[in-house]
Structure formats: C-alpha cells, structure tokens
C-alpha cells in the first residue's frame, strides 16, 4: 500500500496483525522495511504492526528534493493518518530513532511512546563536519565501495557471514543521490538531536548494543523519561543479529507503555 507524503512522495508500507496499540517500525539510512523481517510475525500476533519505506527507500518514491529527519518524519506522520491509528508505538533503528522523534512532536496525541534501536548515543552531539564531509565524498565517488565497508564495519568479528553480505548488498544498492542526499541534508546540517528531545511528550526508550555506551544524562535532560538497555554480542543490527533476544526486549517495553497509558486513563 501506498500514501503521500507531505511533499507529494509517494511512501510504500504494509500494515499486518490486529491489536492496539499499533507498533510502527522504521529502518535506518539507506535500508527498508524487510530490515523488521524477524520481528513482523512475532509482534503481528498481538498488535497491529507497520513498516514502512521512507522516502528514497524501498518500493517508496525518490522524487524529494531536499533528505532531511522533518521530511522523513512527515513520510511516517502521513501513514499513521491514513490508517487513522489513534494509539502507535514508534520503533526506529538508527536514522530511523531521529526519524520517529522528528513524526512524535508531530503528533503527539496519539505516540504513546518510541523505541529507539541502537542509536540515541549522545543527544547533544553533533557530527564532526570534517569526517562527515570525507565520507560524502567517499561515496560521491564509489558508493557500493564505500558503503559495503561502512556496513561491515558495524557488524562485530563474530556477525553472521551471511547475514553481514545481506546487509552489505542491501544497502550498497541504495539510490547513490538519496544516500548522498541524506549525508548532506540530514546528517550534515542537522541539529542536535536535543532540539526535538524537547518537543517529544511520550517517553523514549533505546535498545542499543553494549559495543557503545549510550549517553543517558544527555538524553534525560531533554527527555527525563529515557532509559536504554544493552544487548550484548550483537553490532549495529541488534534486531537481525540477535531477534529473539531483541523481540523479548521490546515486548517488555510496548507493556510498559500499555501500563502507562492504562493508568493515565
């Protein structure tokens, strides 16, 4: 199925199971909805789940001009609108954990809560502009090269082979102007992430794994209600790498929303 954007785009998602609240999960840069493959079936039994491709990713249009986390942000707004979900939970890994911040304080009467999924590390930080102008440049002038080492690079000498070259193929076969697109818009211009911290009303949540330490008193001073928890033997894809693991994390955490809501009302 399909929706528009804000700006016209047209963004792919699929929306499975029955159940509230509804579990929306959001992939990182350069990936898509099948990077959530392990957890759809498990968490469709109880809730209604969507994926979705944002914009540039996917079966989704890549028609946008400019790639930023509000626009990204807006492609997951336009979704939960038209299926009318009155109470979501928001799960993102990676790009993914700004990207359901920046659609939150777009909406915050029906986000119970967000998940962000190995990302989060430090909320005040901004990205060094040398590095992140040198790995721009890396891919303008060989993006599969460039982002087959940059995937690898996130596994751990113990990852799956194989599941190591899925991701590695998935995303070196990315739009080479969206992934660029991203570094510059996104990720080079952007602001802390602190800034939208402070518009979220819904409490915030991270699953990350334990290879890097997440800043927490960063994160609470803009957020007070955050908390991660570590997984361990796992990199950057904490959600392929270790599902079982991962789904039993995340249950825990949609419950506690539910409970939250529960006493609210």
């Known amino acids: 199925m399909k929706v528009r954007s804000a700006d016209g785009v047209s963004v792919a998602y699929r929306a499975v199971g029955s159940g509230k609240p509804t579990i929306v999960f959001i992939h990182g840069f350069c990936c898509d909805q099948s990077y ?28 946008r001009k400019t790639w930023t986390g509000r626009a990204f942000g807006d492609d997951v707004v336009a979704v939960v ?26 909406m915050p009467e029906c986000v119970m809560g967000l998940v962000g999924v190995d990302t989060y590390r430090d909320v005040e930080q901004t990205r060094d502009r040398r590095q992140t102008e040198q790995f721009l440049s890396a891919l303008q002038a060989n993006f599969v090269d460039t982002m ?45 992430l ?24 960063a994160a609470r001073r803009y957020a007070s209600s955050f908390h991660v928890v570590y997984m361990s033997d796992v ?14 994390l995340l249950d825990g955490i949609v419950e506690e929303f539910v409970s939250y809501q529960a006493e609210a009302t």
């Open 235 to 248: 990199g950057h894809f904490v959600m392929m790498e270790d599902p079982d693991t991962f789904n039993r």
């Open 148 to 192: 087959r080492r940059f995937v690898k690079d996130r596994f751990t000498p113990g990852s799956d082979p194989v599941l190591v070259e899925r991701v590695a193929a998935g995303m070196s076969s990315a739009s080479p102007e969206v992934g660029s697109g991203i570094v510059r818009d996104m990720f080079l211009e952007s602001l802390p």
């Open 36 to 63: 959530w493959d392990a957890q759809v079936p498990h968490f469709a039994r109880h809730y209604k789940v969507v994926t979705i491709d944002l914009a540039g990713h996917g079966e989704s249009g890549l028609d």
């Open 194 to 217: 602190a800034s939208v911290f402070e518009e979220v009303k819904a409490p915030i949540r991270c699953i990350a794994s334990d290879r890097n330490t997440v800043n927490i008193e």
């Open 81 to 106: 609108k038209e299926l009318n979900f009155d109470r979501v939970v928001l799960v993102g890994h990676s790009m993914g954990g700004s990207v359901i911040a920046q659609a939150a304080r777009q």
